[in-house]
């Protein structure tokens, strides 16, 4: 038990991230259905949910992840911008990214699903930049 313990501390923000992770696609999901089921065109829908998605996000990540407790609003503004930032330029990144794995011979038929084997690697490379920039760039102004 000592052992799980150890591992948890030595290991705790990627943990947390990965967990709240799960829980900021179920969030990402669920307002999408919730805006699609309001009547809200699609297209809408899948925006105004990432950006749900991304405000969970922040807030899991700065006060649960990171432990940054500071609700000073200079700070928080930074923060969020830096945050909303890192996010759009990720998300930039995976748009273009995807084409041309598939384009480089990712592509095809992977687990059953046309160009998932791209799709796995193209969210791989995402969710570890938002990692890097929420630990290094973001969340800096450590308060517990």
């Known amino acids: 038990m000592e052992s ?3 591992m948890y501390e030595n290991h705790k923000e990627a943990i947390l991230y990965l967990i709240f992770g799960g829980f900021t696609v179920i ?3 669920l307002t999408y259905i919730m805006f699609v089921e309001m009547g809200i065109n699609t297209s809408i829908s899948n925006i105004l949910s990432w950006i749900c998605s991304v405000f969970f996000a922040f807030i899991v990540n700065k006060w649960f992840v990171f432990s940054c407790r500071s609700l000073e609003p200079r700070i928080v503004a930074k923060e969020l911008s830096s945050f ?7 998300g930039v990144m995976a748009f273009l990214m995807f084409p041309l794995l598939v384009n480089i011979g990712f ?3 992977f687990m059953g699903t046309e160009d998932f084997l791209a799709k796995i690697i193209t969210s791989g490379v995402e969710i570890v930049l ?3 920039f929420s630990k290094y760039a973001i969340f800096t102004n450590k308060t517990t």
């Open 27 to 29: 969030i990402s999901l």
């Open 4 to 6: 799980v313990r150890g």
């Open 107 to 109: 592509g095809g038929m």
């Open 84 to 90: 909303f930032g890192a996010r759009i330029l990720t």
């Open 130 to 132: 938002n990692w890097i």
